[in-house]
């Protein structure tokens, strides 16, 4: 597939916001806390190192995935989606990620 392709699927399933998709990486579009457009780049060991650190963390109300913070709700969210996306498209690769982070993948 190319990133044509994947980009393609990945608007379908996840949302408009999606800009540019392959195997290991999604780029997005979305807004900071301060209200200004951002594209961020989110990769494998980005989503590994959300779930291994922040996932978990019912004390904070304030989450990061790939240099984007926010409130917990859409940070944790948008993290599920790309979770999604690489389990569908390279699982492999996601599971190798979660293991360098020292998790143990279950999917």
């Given at each position: 597939?190319?990133?044509?392709?994947?980009?393609a699927?990945?608007?379908e399933l996840?949302?408009?916001?999606?800009?540019?998709a392959?195997?290991?990486f999604?780029?997005?579009?979305a807004?900071?806390?301060?209200g200004?457009?951002?594209?961020?780049?989110?990769?494998?060991a980005?989503?590994?190192?959300?779930?291994?650190?922040?996932a978990g963390n019912?004390?904070?109300?304030?989450?990061?995935l790939?240099?984007?913070?926010?409130?917990w709700r859409?940070?944790?969210?948008?993290a599920?989606?790309?979770?999604?996306?690489?389990?569908r498209?390279?699982?492999?690769?996601?599971?190798k990620?979660?293991?360098?982070?020292?998790?143990?993948?279950?999917?």
């Open positions: 597939m190319t990133t044509t392709t994947y980009t699927e990945a608007r996840l949302g408009g916001f999606v800009q540019r392959g195997k290991n999604l780029v997005i579009r807004t900071n806390v301060f200004e457009p951002e594209m961020v780049r989110i990769n494998l980005d989503a590994a190192e959300f779930y291994r650190t922040q019912l004390l904070s109300g304030m989450r990061t790939a240099g984007l913070s926010g409130d859409p940070i944790s969210r948008l599920d989606l790309a979770l999604a996306w690489f389990k498209v390279n699982p492999e690769g996601m599971r990620a979660a293991r360098q982070v020292g998790l143990r993948p279950r999917f």
